[in-house]
C-alpha cells in the first residue's frame, strides 16, 4: 500500500523537477517548483520526519514561492514563445557525468530503511553510538519527549545560535545590496 | 543483470535524489533567465536533503518523539541538520533574489547573454 | 504593462477569517516544540506566512504600514538578544556557554525559552525578507 504511494509521489517530484527545468515561462517554472516542494514534504511525512514536513511545507511552498513571485512581479515575466526550451546537449553531457557519478556510488549504500544501516545502529563494537546515546538519555536529561527539539537546543545549541545569525545578516545583506537602513 | 536492477530498486530514494540532484544542477547552469538559475538552486539544495533523510530512515521506525513502549525511532540527528539548513536556504535564496531585482534595475534585462553584452560594451 | 492592484472581496474575506486561526496555530506549535513535532523553526515560518497572506489581500504597502517595522525590528532583535543571553547567562553562573543545566529552573523551561527566542528571530526576518523585496522601487532609477 505504501509503495504505490511512494511510487507515485517519487515520480511526482521527480516529472515537477524535469518542468520546472524545461517550461520556458518563469511563471510555470514557480508554480511547478511549489508542487516540487509540496511533494517533497509529503515524502517527509512517510519517512517519518514530521519536524522537517512542517518547515518544508511552510518554507518551499510557502514563503520561498511567494518571494519568487514577488521578484517576477518587480523585474519582468518575459514573453515566451514556445512552451518548452530547447536542450542543450553540451549541459546535458556535463550533468550525465555528475549523474553516473552519483548512481555509482549507490549499490555502495544501505537499503531505504534497511536495520543494517549505520545511522541507526545503538552500538557499534560495543560502544554507544550518538543516536544510541540520544535515543536511551534525551528524556531523561531534559524532560524533552520531542528528540529532534533536545538535539537542537541542549545538545548541539550552539549551532542553532549560528544558524540565527545567518538568517539575521540575510537581512542585513538584503539591505546593503538595496542601499537602504530601514525595513520600510 | 536483473540482480542489478534489484539493487537500484531497493535503494530507489537513492536513485531519485541522484535524478534531482542532477536536474537541479542542468537548470543551475543552462537556464538563460535569473530566476530559473535561483529555482535550479533551490532545487538542488532541496534535493540534497532527501538524501539526508533516507540515511536516517528505518523500516518501521517511529518519529522521534519518545515515549513509553516507543517501538524503534528513526535517528534525530540527520533531521535536526536539514532544519537548519531549510532555513539557511531561506537566507540565501531571498539575498540571491535581492541581487536579481538590482541587476534589473541596473541593466534593465533578466537574460544572462544580454546582461553580459551590455557588461562588456560598457 | 502592470494592471492596478484591485482588491477581491473574496480574498479579503477569506483572509481576514483565516488569519487569526493562523497566526495561533504558528505560536502553538513553537510553544509545543517540546512534547509533539514542532518548535521555533515550524511556528516561526507559519507566523511569518499569516503577514504575507495578509500583504496577498491588502497589499504590501498597507500591510507594511500595519505591521509597523519597528515591531519587526523588536521582534528579531529581541530573539537575538534573547537567545545570547540566555547563552552568556550561562556563564556567569558559572557553567560553560549555552549549559542549560546551571539555571535554577527545570531544563525544559529553558528549552522552551530558547525556542520561543528562535520562533520570534525567523518570525521578524521573513517578514522583513518579503517586505523588502516587495517594495516599491518606482522612480529611483530609470
Known sequence: MTIALEAVLVAFVVVAAVSAALLRDVLGAIVVFASFSLGLSVIWVILSAPDVALTEAAVGAGVLSVLFLVT???TARPDTDTLVSSVDYKAVAAVGLLFVVLLATVPALPEVGSTEAPAVQETVDGERTPYGYYIAESYEETGVENAVSAILVFYRGFDTFGEGVVVFSALVGMLVVFRKEVLG | MTELVGVFLAR???VAFAVLVTVGLYMLIDSRNLVKKVIGLNIFQISAFLFFITAAYREGGEPAVIHEGGGPYVSPLPHVLILTAI??????????????VRIYEEYGTLDEENVREVISGD | MKTPYSESPVITTTVRVVAPFALTYGIFVTLHGADSPGGGFQGGVIAASVFVMIAFAFGIGPTRDWVDERVLLALFVSGVVGFAGVTLAAVFLGGSALELGVFPVAIKWSIEA????IGAIVTGVV????????QDRGGEKE
Do not use: C, Q
Open chain 3, 127 to 134: 517578514t522583513g525578507l518579503f517586505f523588502l523585496l516587495g
Open chain 2, 12 to 14: 530507489y530514494y537513492y
Open chain 3, 114 to 117: 530558547i525556542e520561543v527566542a
Open chain 2, 87 to 100: 532555513v539557511v536556504g531561506v537566507s540565501l535564496t531571498s539575498l540571491a533574489l535581492a541581487l536579481v
Open chain 1, 72 to 74: 517576477v512581479s518587480k
